[in-house]
Nanobody, 123 residues
Framework: QVQLVESGGGLVQAGVSLRLSCAASGRTFSNYAMGWFRQAPGKEREFVAAISWNGGSTVYADSVKGRFTISRDNAENMVNLQMNSLKPEDTAVYYC????????????????WGQGTQVTVSS
């Protein structure tokens, strides 16, 4: 089992930055690819970003590319999502997720999920 706890959400104005963190515990963190997903009210959960087990590869949704940066610290069992130039359409509950080894975009292939953290961006 892998336990994931997100933090760092909040209410911010458009244009500012916010940093989300996800603390992992349980099995060997460095064996897992990590992803960030989000779900806005009335919408399906969507992929935001993902990072490989060693941090060597990252992928982003087109909607956040150039604004968001995913990173990880395997020594601290943490994965972060730096969100810059936030827009109202970024408003959602953000979830981190883990899957063994391989990096993918498909939420259905992630085995472990956090409880989510709310990000609200006002215009």
């Amino acid at each position: 089992q892998v336990q994931l706890v997100e933090s760092g959400g909040g209410l911010v104005q458009a244009g500012v930055s916010l940093r989300l963190s996800c603390a992992a515990s349980g099995r060997t963190f460095s064996n897992y690819a990590m992803g960030w997903f989000r779900q806005a009210p009335g919408k399906e959960r969507e992929f935001v970003a993902a990072i490989s087990w060693n941090g060597g590869s990252t992928v982003y949704a087109d909607s956040v590319k150039g604004r968001f940066t995913i990173s990880r610290d395997n020594a601290e069992n943490m994965v972060n999502l730096q969100m810059n130039s936030l827009k109202p359409e970024d408003t959602a509950v953000y979830y981190c997720a883990a899957r063994y080894f391989l990096l993918v975009r498909d939420s259905g292939q992630y085995n472990y999920w956090g409880q989510g953290t709310q990000v609200t961006v006002s215009s």
